[in-house]
Protein backbone atom coordinates (compact mmCIF):
# COMPACT_ATOMS: atom_id res chain seq x y z
CA UNK A 1 0.00 0.00 0.00
CA UNK A 2 1.25 3.35 -0.87
CA UNK A 3 1.29 5.87 1.84
CA UNK A 4 2.92 9.54 2.05
CA UNK A 5 3.52 10.96 5.30
CA UNK A 6 4.45 14.31 5.31
CA UNK A 7 6.34 17.12 8.39
CA UNK A 8 8.08 19.13 8.89
CA UNK A 9 5.77 22.45 8.86
CA UNK A 10 5.85 25.56 11.37
CA UNK A 11 5.98 28.85 11.91
CA UNK A 12 8.85 31.24 10.55
CA UNK A 13 9.73 34.93 10.28
CA UNK A 14 9.77 35.95 6.37
CA UNK A 15 13.69 35.46 5.60
CA UNK A 16 13.66 32.31 7.40
CA UNK A 17 13.97 28.43 6.33
CA UNK A 18 12.08 25.25 6.70
CA UNK A 19 12.63 21.77 5.64
CA UNK A 20 9.68 19.44 4.57
CA UNK A 21 10.01 15.99 4.52
CA UNK A 22 7.61 13.61 3.13
CA UNK A 23 8.46 9.31 3.98
CA UNK A 24 7.25 7.18 1.54
CA UNK A 25 5.95 3.48 2.22
CA UNK A 26 4.91 0.72 -0.18
CA UNK A 27 7.18 2.11 -2.80
CA UNK A 28 10.72 2.87 -3.76
CA UNK A 29 11.31 6.76 -4.46
CA UNK A 30 12.85 5.83 -7.88
CA UNK A 31 9.76 4.28 -9.50
CA UNK A 32 7.59 7.52 -8.99
CA UNK A 33 6.88 10.88 -9.77
CA UNK A 34 7.59 12.94 -6.65
CA UNK A 35 5.79 16.18 -6.03
CA UNK A 36 4.78 18.85 -3.31
CA UNK A 37 1.96 21.03 -4.04
CA UNK A 38 0.74 23.89 -1.48
CA UNK A 39 -2.85 25.77 -0.79
CA UNK A 40 -3.74 28.33 0.58
CA UNK A 41 -7.25 29.27 2.01
CA UNK A 42 -9.64 30.04 -0.56
CA UNK A 43 -7.22 28.98 -3.50
CA UNK A 44 -6.72 26.10 -5.47
CA UNK A 45 -4.25 23.49 -4.53
CA UNK A 46 -1.07 24.31 -6.48
CA UNK A 47 2.45 22.78 -7.92
CA UNK A 48 5.82 24.12 -5.97
CA UNK A 49 8.05 21.18 -7.44
CA UNK A 50 8.36 18.21 -8.50
CA UNK A 51 11.19 15.80 -8.96
CA UNK A 52 11.85 12.62 -11.30
CA UNK A 53 12.21 9.77 -9.20
CA UNK A 54 14.08 7.98 -11.99
CA UNK A 55 16.90 10.29 -12.82
CA UNK A 56 16.35 13.13 -10.79
CA UNK A 57 15.28 15.74 -12.99
CA UNK A 58 13.60 18.63 -10.81
CA UNK A 59 11.15 21.30 -12.25
CA UNK A 60 9.98 23.96 -10.10
CA UNK A 61 7.57 26.80 -10.17
CA UNK A 62 8.39 30.49 -10.52
CA UNK A 63 7.74 31.61 -7.51
CA UNK A 64 9.90 29.35 -5.72
CA UNK A 65 12.79 28.66 -8.20
CA UNK A 66 16.11 29.50 -6.66
CA UNK A 67 14.14 29.75 -3.15
CA UNK A 68 13.05 25.88 -2.76
CA UNK A 69 14.91 22.41 -3.53
CA UNK A 70 13.68 19.48 -3.49
CA UNK A 71 15.64 16.05 -3.06
CA UNK A 72 15.45 12.99 -1.86
CA UNK A 73 17.08 10.22 0.15
CA UNK A 74 16.60 6.93 -1.26
CA UNK A 75 18.30 5.48 2.55
CA UNK A 76 15.26 6.94 4.08
CA UNK A 77 12.83 6.54 1.23
CA UNK A 78 11.99 10.21 2.02
CA UNK A 79 11.85 13.13 -0.11
CA UNK A 80 12.49 16.94 1.45
CA UNK A 81 11.28 20.29 0.08
CA UNK A 82 14.26 22.66 1.34
CA UNK A 83 12.54 26.11 1.04
CA UNK A 84 14.97 29.06 1.95
CA UNK A 85 14.28 32.76 2.35
CA UNK A 86 10.61 32.31 3.05
CA UNK A 87 7.87 34.73 2.02
CA UNK A 88 4.66 35.61 3.69
CA UNK A 89 3.08 34.42 0.37
CA UNK A 90 4.55 31.12 0.98
CA UNK A 91 2.10 30.46 3.53
CA UNK A 92 -0.29 27.75 3.13
CA UNK A 93 -0.51 23.71 3.92
CA UNK A 94 1.94 21.98 1.93
CA UNK A 95 1.19 18.29 0.36
CA UNK A 96 3.60 15.85 -0.88
CA UNK A 97 1.87 13.67 -3.73
CA UNK A 98 3.52 10.35 -5.77
CA UNK A 99 2.20 8.68 -8.72
CA UNK A 100 3.50 6.75 -11.91
CA UNK A 101 3.79 9.31 -14.45
CA UNK A 102 5.97 9.55 -17.65
CA UNK A 103 7.37 13.15 -16.53
CA UNK A 104 7.02 15.41 -13.61
CA UNK A 105 4.16 17.79 -13.69
CA UNK A 106 3.44 20.92 -11.31
CA UNK A 107 -0.73 19.73 -11.75
CA UNK A 108 -1.96 18.16 -9.17
CA UNK A 109 -4.66 16.10 -10.69
CA UNK A 110 -2.68 13.31 -12.12
CA UNK A 111 -1.33 12.10 -8.97
CA UNK A 112 -3.16 9.68 -6.79
CA UNK A 113 -1.49 9.08 -4.29
CA UNK A 114 -1.60 12.12 -1.80
CA UNK A 115 0.19 12.67 2.24
CA UNK A 116 -1.70 14.88 4.64
CA UNK A 117 -0.86 18.55 5.08
CA UNK A 118 1.66 20.29 6.65
CA UNK A 119 0.83 23.88 7.74
CA UNK A 120 3.77 26.66 7.01
CA UNK A 121 3.15 30.36 8.18
CA UNK A 122 5.63 32.61 7.20
CA UNK A 123 5.43 36.03 9.34
CA UNK A 124 6.27 39.44 7.59
Known amino acids: EVQLQASGGGEVQAGGSLRLSCEAS????????LGWFRQAPGKEREGVSC????????LYADSVKGRFTIFKDNAENTVHLQMNNLKPEDTATYYC?????????????????WGQGTQVTVSS
Open 51 to 58: MDGYDGKT
Open 97 to 113: AADRLLFCLLSPSPYDY
Open 26 to 33: GFALDSFI
